[in-house]
């Protein structure tokens, strides 16, 4: 009898893959990485201020949170005629699932304190930009890997 259920459960796992690849409703894609896309207006006279910002402390804190492990990339991208009322830098992050998302808020506040040297000093680097960038809207997105 244990010899016959053996064979069956082999059997079982062994046609599995097949039926699988036959399944209509098995998915057709696989969760891929997240990104985040900030869409950002530049102030009249200040886009290049703000490249600068981008180019130094930015992309110093976005290399940090790359080490940590906390992101995987990071690009920023350039609209080349932007519309009344859209931005004109696109900053894109890119994560590598959800569960970057789940993190305390202590670590949070740790690792700021790491980059920034203090959480005031985070909070007025952030108050400063205001002058040269309006941040419009943030997006986060998941990419469906398809098969």
Request: charge should be negative.
């Amino acid at each position: 009898m244990r010899s016959v259920l053996v064979a069956a459960a082999g059997l079982a796992l062994s046609t599995t893959p097949a039926l699988a690849a036959t399944d209509p409703e098995a998915p057709v894609f696989e969760n891929g990485t997240v990104w985040e896309y900030s869409e950002i207006a530049t102030t009249d006279g200040h886009f290049d201020d703000y490249l600068q910002w981008l180019d130094t402390e930015w992309k110093a804190q976005e290399e940090a949170l790359k080490k940590a492990g906390v992101i995987k990339s990071y690009k920023v991208l350039l609209v080349g005629a932007p519309r009344k009322g859209e931005g004109d830098v696109i900053l894109a992050v890119e994560y590598a699932n959800m569960a970057a998302f789940d993190r305390s808020v202590a670590d949070g506040y740790a690792l700021q304190k790491k980059i920034f040297g203090s959480i005031a000093q985070a909070n007025q680097g952030q108050a400063s930009r205001a002058s040269i960038r309006t941040i419009l809207s943030t997006t986060l997105l998941r990419e469906a890997v398809l098969k």
